[in-house]
Nanobody
Framework: QVQLVESGGGLVQAGGSLRLSCTSS????????MAWFRQAPGKERDFVAT????????SYADSVKGRFTISRDNAKNTVYLQMNSLKPEDTAVYYC?????????????????WGQGTQVTVSS
């Protein structure tokens, strides 16, 4: 069983930055493809960014390209999401997800484990 714990959410003004972290309890963290998804009230859970086990491959939703950066530190069992130039439409609960494959994935159903989520609120 893999447990994921997110942190780093909060309230920020438009144009500001936040860095989310997600720490895994898994013993073979470098074997997991990781991703961030987000869900706004009344909406579906949307893909944000994904990274392969080695960190060599990443992919982003068009809405965050150039503003968000996903990275990982396998020695710390942690994946990060650096969010810059935040907009009010980025407001959502952000979820970390892990899949038992090293490759990236952009749809929720390919992920095996999920964190509890962290709230990000961007004020205008």
């Amino acid at each position: 069983q893999v447990q994921l714990v997110e942190s780093g959410g909060g309230l920020v003004q438009a144009g500001g930055s936040l860095r989310l972290s997600c720490t895994s309890s898994g013993r073979t963290f470098s074997s997991y493809g990781m991703a961030w998804f987000r869900q706004a009230p009344g909406k579906e859970r949307d893909f944000v960014a994904t990274i392969s086990g080695s960190g060599s491959t990443t992919s982003y939703a068009d809405s965050v390209k150039g503003r968000f950066t996903i990275s990982r530190d396998n020695a710390k069992n942690t994946v990060y999401l650096q969010m810059n130039s935040l907009k009010p439409e980025d407001t959502a609960v952000y979820y970390c997800a892990a899949r038992l494959r090293k490759v990236v994935g952009v749809t929720p159903h390919v992920y095996d484990y999920w964190g509890q989520g962290t709230q990000v609120t961007v004020s205008s």
